[in-house]
């Protein structure tokens, strides 16, 4: 089972009971094994994302408008349109599935500039410290100062919502956790002894931040994108349902959402699923996350 | 504790500052506001006539300085979409609504999370424990918006509990402080937890029991207090969440305040107005921020007292 | 100055401690008796980890749950069990009539609350004291453990005073209610050498004065010479050996006891190197069958690996005798030669 404690171990060493209740071994259980929450993530995100072309059933953008407003299979509807459709006759499911695309890519392109720019300048601050680690430091309270939907209100405002302005909140948004986190491991790990051999051996400034101590820091880098792949998701629907995220006619689901307010009494499915895929999406990222943090990095912060 | 207010307000207003260059560089950066003034096919002109007017054709830092003067002095521009306001009067008229709604989100926010908190630390391990964090997981995965239209579903539509939108009393701000403290009961609940079973290991807590000290005294009086330190630090941010939740929480159920203030404007491309609301909140979130750095130097003697000793 | 010592007042009889772990249950206390009589001071030593502190916990009920449990044993104080005890009546020992001291004054007080409030709690839980009086009363608490200006010492908080006055503060709400017994674990382990003396002085001051009996917990032969009138070895969460603490030292019986006396370097004899037992104590999970510590022990006979001893009354050549757990002892002639 476990690794024995050494032997002179004091008679205090505590640990939890010995039968935890049902409800905790299954959760237990689901904590220990992501292949659930990778699995449900593949179903959701991944797979329709890339396939979508050929896997939907429908064209997302062009509806029937003789078929409107059906409802889902076991409601009352067919198994054309599984989960319903929305006003315009389009296929909810399609929807779901093109936005699918949407929401990956968003947070693959948006957490992959944010967390290159946080990463680099983490690294910078934390090696070279002094006045680029201050000016730094002064940045990353700022921008964790300005909430996300502000600044997607003024630039929303400003320029008029499109890809690039959400990849632009979103990275705005993530570099400063990056850059934090970096910076603090950076700090210790530039005490050690392979760096300062590293540096009598003559190696470029640029050399031991890529070879020594990026190494070090990626399984934090890794855990913390995980772990924010769903807020990334959270963000961009909200910045969707208010109109300010990736403009019509391409189907988010954040937009599905707001699409089907007016009519959630009539046609609650318009909204619902959607809101559905988000939740169960986002769910599966965090305890994919959580896992990933148990594994790699516990030293984390939890929230 | 002086030294360290007046160093924490120094920082507030760079931060101020600074934010207020940003916002300032984004609304010049597509060019000229004044594109959303004229008709699509306005004489150059008029144009240049226009952007005189608005003092558009300085150069940008004089344009700044400009600026900032005024953002001081309270004059934040006029509301291109409500003709007759001022933007920063607009902001005020709707600011209470917001106040009154965050306000009301934070404290049942509060006094749900830290109590199921405690509760799930001590009984570590247990039914509730593992419900409790069943619960924070879904908050943390639910979208806010999403979660707002569904409640409007189930208790104003199916079930008639509630209204389904507005502003009003109790029966209004119920529906919307859910949806928008969901997420951060989720997120206190699993700190308080935390912070709840790293303070039940102390040495302090085994002295209490061996005074005699009832249980849920060692738990509620003697444990509480250390264990809160640590989500109090965090309320700043909790602060943040919740106005940044009102844009989308009003606009969800038609609550008149200052975040649906700004997507009106938006919708209506008045930016003098978006500008106010986005500065109204940088100023309040960095006020909270600022109370509850105060506030957490009370609640921990070790910060009060350091620089006596 | 001869002490003025009592009936026996507590009565441990062969109490049991169980400790839920990954390793499976283990006994962290395995059958410990021990008996203290009124004005006397017991000491109770052994290697950390050999359940000292498990025991006086035990005693007291306070052990960690949910992983331990208290149970097998009677705890006989004033003619009661406090093991049949409910959890208000044993609240009501604790702290009133058997007291405890933690080792580490720097975690023993509560940092967001007053030094004040947390004497004034311990009174107002056990005496009925009307509220006005409770400060005062606490004053003069932290006046009989000699803590200078207590009367502007009740509005600090803790971590505005130094590590030896907080040890005083955490006896001051020991002594507050004058209990009979006062358990003290390790109290003078985490202070300066100074300190420790002035802190032991003002134990045996208080034991002169209102016949309060101590168990002191200590891995430190020095204290348990100069302030008990009797000893417990431990090991391994059992006893065994125990006695008059002069019988005990002059004449140890147990190899263990002889092996930690020569452990202890004197400035009356030159060493080349210190003289450290070899090996270590057994894993709780994995004891092995007779003596526990016949493996490390110079003078085991095969008799050792069959069966554990038992306790075994040693005569002493002064007069008084005790009691060790060792089978050489069956010959009564036997003393544990000097290294």
Not at chain 1, 277 to 298: C, E, K, M, Q, Y
Not at chain 2, 194 to 208: M, Q, R
């Amino acid at each position: 089972m476990n690794n024995p404690p050494p032997k002179d171990a004091p008679s205090e060493t505590l640990i939890v009971p010995a039968q935890p209740h049902s409800l905790r071994r299954i959760w237990l259980k689901l904590r220990s094994y992501p292949l659930l929450s990778v699995f449900v993530l593949l179903v959701l995100l991944v797979i329709p994302a890339l396939t979508a072309d050929w896997l939907a059933p429908h064209d997302p953008t062009f509806g029937v408008i003789m078929d409107r407003r059906l409802p889902p299979v076991f409601f009352g509807g067919t198994w054309e349109y599984p989960l319903g459709t929305d006003r315009l006759g389009r296929d909810i499911l399609s929807r779901i599935m093109y936005g699918a695309r949407v929401s990956l890519s968003i947070s693959l392109v948006g957490i992959f500039v944010g967390g290159f720019l946080g990463v680099s300048l983490g690294m910078l601050a934390g090696y070279f410290r002094g006045w680029t680690d201050i000016i730094i430091m002064r940045l990353v309270e700022i921008s964790l100062a300005l909430p996300a939907i502000l600044l997607a209100l003024v630039l929303a405002a400003a320029n008029g919502p499109s890809f690039q302005t959400i990849i632009i909140v979103v990275a705005f948004v993530l570099w400063a956790l990056y850059a934090r986190q970096v910076r603090g491991e950076v700090l210790s790990i530039r005490e050690r002894d392979y760096v300062a051999r590293a540096r009598v051996a003559g190696a470029s400034h640029f050399r031991i931040m890529v070879r020594h101590i990026l190494p070090n820091v990626a399984n934090t880098i890794i855990v913390l994108a995980t772990l924010q792949v769903g807020s990334v998701i959270i963000l961009e629907a909200a910045l969707s349902f208010l109109g300010l995220g990736i403009p019509r006619p391409t189907p988010a689901w954040g937009m599905m959402v707001a699409d089907g307010r007016q009519l959630i009494v009539s046609a609650w499915w318009i909204s619902f699923f959607p809101g559905l895929a988000i939740t169960l999406t986002v769910f599966s990222l965090n305890l994919l996350g959580d896992w990933l943090r148990d594994r790699l990095d516990p030293k984390l912060e939890q929230v | 504790m002086q030294r360290y207010l007046l160093y924490r307000v120094v920082q507030s207003l760079v931060t101020l500052l600074a934010i207020s260059v940003i916002i300032f560089g984004l609304s010049r950066l597509s060019g000229n506001p004044v594109d959303a003034l004229l008709p699509d096919n306005a004489a150059p002109q008029e144009a240049a006539v226009v952007m005189h007017e608005w003092g558009l054709d300085r150069p940008l830092h004089v344009q700044y300085f400009a600026f900032i003067r005024n953002a001081v002095q309270g004059n934040l521009g006029n509301s291109l979409k409500w003709s007759g306001e001022t933007a920063l009067g607009m902001v005020w008229q709707r600011l209470p609504a917001t106040l009154q709604l965050g306000g009301f989100a934070i404290i049942i926010s509060t006094l749900i999370a830290i109590p199921i908190g405690v509760l799930a630390a001590v009984h570590k391990g247990g039914l509730f424990d593992s419900f409790g964090k069943m619960v924070a997981l879904l908050g943390q995965a639910v979208p806010p918006f999403w979660l707002g239209i569904v409640l409007i579903w189930v208790f104003a539509v199916y079930w008639n509990v509630f209204p389904t939108s507005g502003r009003g009393g109790f029966e209004h701000m119920v529906m919307p402080a859910i949806a928008m403290g969901w997420y951060q009961v989720a997120a206190l609940m699993r700190l308080t937890r935390s912070s709840t079973l790293e303070v039940l290991d102390n040495e302090y807590i085994k002295l209490a029991r061996l005074k005699g000290v009832p249980e849920w005294r060692v738990i509620w009086v003697h444990a509480l207090r250390n264990a809160a330190i640590a989500p109090l630090t965090y309320f700043g941010v909790i602060i943040g969440y919740i106005f940044t939740g009102s844009v989308v929480i009003e606009t969800v159920f038609a609550w008149p305040g200052t975040g649906l203030l700004a997507i009106e404007a938006i919708r209506a491309r008045d930016y003098p107005v978006v500008q106010a609301v986005v500065l109204t909140f940088a100023v309040v979130f960095i006020i909270a921020n600022l109370i509850v750095d105060i506030l957490y130097a009370f609640v921990d003697p070790r910060i009060r007292y350091n620089d006596n000793e | 100055m001869p002490k003025a010592i009592g009936e026996t007042i507590l009565l441990v009889e062969n109490l049991q401690t169980e400790l839920h772990t990954n390793m499976g249950v283990l006994r962290a206390v395995d059958g410990v008796s021990l008996s203290l009589r009124q004005g006397e001071t017991l000491g109770i030593v052994g290697e950390s980890g050999c359940g000292k502190s498990m025991t006086a916990l035990s005693i007291l009920g306070v052990v960690p749950k949910p992983a331990a449990h208290v149970v097998g044993g009677r705890v006989m104080f004033n003619g009661q069990d406090l093991r049949t005890l409910s959890e208000q009546q044993m609240r009501r020992i604790r702290g009133g009539s058997i007291s405890m001291v933690l080792q580490d004054p720097q975690t023993s007080l509560n940092p967001v609350y007053t030094i004040g409030s947390q004497v004034t709690e311990a009174i107002a839980l056990h005496r009925d004291v009307p509220r006005r009086s409770l400060m005062a009363r606490a004053i003069e608490a932290l006046r009989q453990v000699r803590v200078a200006a207590p009367e502007q010492r009740v509005k600090d908080y803790p971590h505005q005073m130094s590590g030896g006055m907080k040890q005083r503060v955490s006896g001051a709400i020991a002594i507050s209610c004058d209990p009979q017994v006062l358990i003290a674990d390790e109290p003078t382990t985490a202070l300066d050498v100074t300190i420790q003396s002035q802190y032991l002085r003002l134990l045996r001051e208080i034991q002169e004065k209102t016949g309060l009996s101590i168990i002191f917990i200590t891995h430190d032969f020095g204290i348990i010479a100069s302030m008990c009138d009797t000893v417990a070895v431990m090991y391994a969460g059992r006893v065994v050996e125990s006695g008059p603490v002069r019988a005990v030292f002059d004449e140890p019986r147990h190899p263990y006891t002889r092996a930690l006396l020569n452990s202890v370097p004197t400035m009356d004899r030159n060493v080349k190197r210190l003289y450290s037992i070899p090996g270590q104590p057994p894993a709780l999970w994995d004891r092995p069958a007779g003596c526990w510590y016949r493996q490390r022990c110079p003078f085991a006979v095969p008799r050792c690996e069959t069966l554990y001893p038992p306790a075994i009354t040693a005569k002493g050549t002064g007069g008084s005798d005790h009691v060790a757990n060792c089978w050489k002892l069956e010959d009564s002639t036997w003393i544990t030669p000097k290294s």
